[in-house]
């Protein structure tokens, strides 16, 4: 298994939005959709797993992935995907720290993320931060990791 840090213009990016857009999570489209259209600052990667020649996963480092502009948290991490053959294996695990380095590698001290998830993303070093807002004004955990 590989992990590799994209971004658009890369050969293995359109791989990896086909797969986003034929993942049965809903949010996989919409991770697609933003690749087709190169919705992405200079900075900003996804990161996908891959077993061969095939994407197994995927996540992504963003400023703000489902916060609001006027959100003072940045990057976050989000879209994290694995195909349900491949759970279990600590594969978004790995996307996470593959993201992680690369925000420390840009100079940020922590990673923050979003979820409604319930003792997974602390096994990976995350902190509850308290609650907030997204964009689609709905109310969602949210999570920091100290780098």
Known sequence: MTILTLHAGEPAWDTVACFAADCPW????FLA????????AEWERVFAAFDAESPIGF????AKDEMPESC???PFIGFVYVDAAYRGRRISEQMIAAASDYAKSL???AVYLTSDEQGLYEKYGFELHGTVETAWH?????FVKPL
Not at 33 to 40: D, G, K, Q, S, Y
Request: aromatic share 12%.
């Open 138 to 142: 709905e109310m969602t955990q949210l």
């Open 26 to 29: 809903r949010a996989g489209a």
């Open 59 to 62: 996540c992504t480092l963003t």
């Open 33 to 40: 959709e933003l690749m087709r259209t190169n919705r992405f």
């Open 107 to 109: 100079g940020y001290t």
């Open 72 to 74: 003072v948290y940045t």
